[in-house]
């Protein structure tokens, strides 16, 4: 796994939009989002707000790399 780094996001027009976790208000670690999506063979996978777990097969097409204390989406590679 390789760590993309922070982007920005629009919840209405998501770049990973795939599959969607939501752990109703409990923490989501990003080892856990990586894991889940894997076992939903997605090629990314991204935290947000520590409780929402983004999944997609494609990545980087919408959204602006920001710097980590801005942060609203975390972004991981998972496999190629």
Same mark, same amino acid.
């Given at each position: 796994?390789? !760590? &993309?780094?922070?982007? @920005?996001?629009? %919840?209405? +027009?998501?770049?990973?939009?795939? *599959?969607?976790?939501? #752990? &109703?208000?409990? +923490?989501?670690?990003?080892?856990?989002?990586?894991?889940?999506?894997?076992?939903?063979? =997605? *090629?990314? *996978? *991204? @935290?947000?707000?520590? @409780?929402?777990?983004?999944?997609? +097969?494609? =990545?980087? %097409? /919408? =959204? @602006? /790399?920001?710097?980590? !204390?801005?942060? #609203?989406? !975390?972004?991981?590679?998972? =496999?190629?």
């Amino acid at each position: 796994d390789e !760590y &993309m780094g922070c982007y @920005t996001d629009d %919840s209405g +027009s998501r770049d990973l939009n795939g *599959a969607v976790h939501a #752990t &109703m208000g409990k +923490s989501l670690l990003p080892e856990l989002c990586n894991i889940w999506c894997r076992d939903q063979e =997605f *090629a990314y *996978a *991204a @935290t947000q707000g520590g @409780t929402h777990c983004y999944c997609g +097969s494609s =990545f980087g %097409s /919408k =959204f @602006t /790399k920001i710097n980590q !204390y801005y942060i #609203t989406v !975390y972004i991981f590679f998972i =496999f190629s």
